[in-house]
């Protein structure tokens, strides 16, 4: 497996796959994190605008119904006029105004019968169920050709007409009780009770009327006409007590003062008496003319409570649609507002957030690279690291008191601690460095005393025995020299020896071949009359030991050392030393030439 170079660093474990929620760039956590409540508000928004809409649509098509209502209304109120003309027509076929009006009035039901449908059929559109409930009330109309046929061809009994006439106009008052029956609001319910009570009274009162211009133009009453009679007079009663009951105090004050005058007392006395001499046994005695005259007048009052009642519930529908409507709108841009703003604000905190981890990560990523190094070896080369050491760290430009802003000065702790460790090294160096100077000047100088006492033992030996080995002690503490003065130029400090004129190359170079123990393999060429400056003479010497020293020993004992000395074109002294030991490899002749073009520090 490959391996992390990084200094300190033993491994990297493993971070899973990059699919995986913890490896996500913190933009797409937090986009992630955002969507969960952004997605729930815009759902639960979605579904309560949806259901205010949707309220809002019942309202508008109680509206619509409302319209249809007073379609129903139009036809009914047309229908009753009719039926009331077509009884008259029957009892006296030969009456020519009768049946004018009777023509007319028959126009006037088509119209309302055409406008009804045609309404029906509009609200189809948007209630296919209500649409054929209403088509289905709407089949009763049906019926008119054939009773108009009937009532055109005698001999056609009135009393037959009356019920079929009231048959299909009870068929109208369901369906108009159906329009109204249902709604999602209290008032509308109430509203709509009231009006199906005033419809109700209105046909009961006009059914009745209808039964007494029968007995009117018979001057006679029959056991079933007289039952019809009370039926629609307590069905009327009923009615305007089930009005009452639900009315509001201004509507039942309205009633009362739009269902007055003399003509409704007029009916009034004209139903209370033809009631009693019923119940007397004699005959009605009832003024047709004004019978119809009153009768007329008292629908008309009943139809204008009606229209006023169904102005009422049409504009209280609307009124609800309206509000509801706007209530959805509000709701809708309430929430859609506050997403706005929510994500708004999230963008805000999230740039808050990224950018200074974002320059947290470029700040760090240059201290390690740049800043750090810098400093390190700023602090390595002044001579006083601990001042170098004061201005080294600088610290995070973040400057916030969160989690940001603490691990920014983490960083910044961290960053001083390794400056701090760095001059700690430094330091260090320093004192190891002069231990090496210590070391090297305390043994340099007994290494010379010692060559002192060989120099004295060599003058005075005879015997060539005794002389070899002193020779060989001589060399011995010769090389302990030279160790001794690479410990000085380990130090930095160097050998610190200068001569005070140049010395010509061959002195320079006898010298380096006399500080070697074998320098009888050294086999010295041809050296040109050059000179070399006093100051470098000693390190020149050292370095050459150095080299022949370790070309005998790494090379075979009967092998020569050969060194060679030319002068080039550029007015260089150049040396070559060649011999024949074991040899480097090719990474190894390039690992030391790295080496030496860059040195490294000492550890």
């Known amino acids: 497996m490959p391996k992390d170079d990084t200094p300190g660093v033993t491994g990297t474990p493993s971070s899973g796959s990059r699919l995986s929620i913890r490896n996500w760039k913190l933009r797409s956590k937090l986009a992630l994190v955002l969507a969960i409540p952004t997605l729930t508000a815009l759902i639960l928004g979605g579904l309560r605008a949806h259901d205010q809409l949707h309220q809002a649509g019942q309202f508008k098509q109680i509206s619509a119904r409302v319209d ?20 008259g027509k029957i009892i006296k076929p030969g009456d020519a105004q009768v049946q004018g009006a009777l023509a007319n009035q028959i126009s006037l039901v088509n119209q309302s019968v055409d406008e009804l449908r045609a309404e029906t059929s509009q609200l189809a559109a948007s209630d296919p169920d209500s649409a054929e409930r209403y088509a289905r009330g709407l089949g009763s109309l049906d019926a008119l050709a054939a009773l108009r046929t009937s009532v055109n061809t005698p001999p056609y009994p009135e009393f037959a007409a009356f019920t079929t006439y009231s048959t299909i106009l009870r068929s109208l008052v369901q369906l108009g009780r159906e329009v109204t029956s249902s709604g999602p609001d209290q008032e509308l319910l109430r509203q709509g009770a009231i009006l199906r009570a005033i419809s109700a009274a209105k046909e009961s009162m006009a059914a009745e009327d209808a039964a007494l211009e029968i007995a009117a133009l018979r001057n006679s009453f029959s056991d079933v006409l007289l039952d019809q009679i009370r039926a629609a007079h307590y069905r009327s009663i009923a009615a305007l007590d089930l009005f009452r009951a639900n009315a509001s105090p201004e509507q039942t004050q309205h009633f009362a003062d739009t269902v007055s005058g003399a003509e409704v007392d007029g009916r009034a006395r004209l139903t209370a008496t033809a009631l009693a001499h019923a119940a007397a046994g004699t005959l009605p005695n009832i003024n047709r003319d004004e019978l119809v005259t009153d009768s007329f007048v ?15 519930l049409r504009t209280r529908s609307n009124q609800l649609a309206d509000e509801v409507s706007s209530a959805a709108w509000r709701d809708i841009t309430i929430v859609l507002a506050a997403l706005v703003v929510g994500l708004a604000l999230s963008v805000l905190v999230a740039r808050l957030m990224l950018k200074p981890l974002q320059v947290l990560q470029r700040s760090a990523l240059h201290i390690a690279h740049t800043r750090l190094p810098e400093a390190m070896d700023k602090i390595m080369q002044d001579p006083d690291p601990v001042a170098a050491s004061r201005s080294a760290v600088e610290p995070v430009p973040i400057n916030t008191r969160e989690e940001v802003g603490e691990v920014a000065r983490s960083f910044d702790a961290v960053h001083a601690q390794a400056v701090q460790m760095a001059v700690e090294q430094a330091l260090l160096r320093e004192n190891v460095k002069g231990i090496f100077v210590n070391l090297s000047r305390r043994s340099q100088r007994l290494v010379e005393r010692q060559l002192g006492v060989i120099d004295r033992l060599e003058a005075d030996e005879q015997d060539p025995d005794h002389l070899a080995s002193l020779f060989e002690l001589d060399h011995l503490a010769t090389r302990l020299r030279r160790n001794g003065e690479s410990l000085l130029v380990l130090s930095g400090a160097g050998l610190a020896k200068s001569v005070p004129k140049p010395v010509s190359a061959a002195d320079v170079i006898g010298a380096a071949v006399s500080e070697i123990e074998r320098y009888a393999r050294v086999d010295v060429g041809v050296i040109p009359e050059v000179a070399v400056r006093g100051l470098t003479v000693h390190d020149l010497v050292h370095l050459l030991a150095e080299l022949l020293d370790n070309a005998t020993y790494f090379s075979e004992p009967e092998t020569k050392v050969h060194m060679r000395a030319v002068v080039t074109r550029q007015r260089a002294l150049a ?27 000492l550890d």
Do not use: C, F, H, W
């Open 68 to 87: 249809l209502a007073s379609k129903v209304a139009d036809a009914a109120q047309a229908l009753q006029g009719e039926r009331t003309l077509a009884i």
């Open 298 to 312: 008292n629908l008309e009052k009943l139809r204008s409570v009606e229209t006023g009642l169904l102005n009422e």
């Open 575 to 601: 040396l070559q030393i060649t011999d024949r030991g074991v040899g480097m490899s090719a990474e190894q002749i390039a690992e030391a030439n790295r080496r030496l073009a860059d040195p490294p520090e």
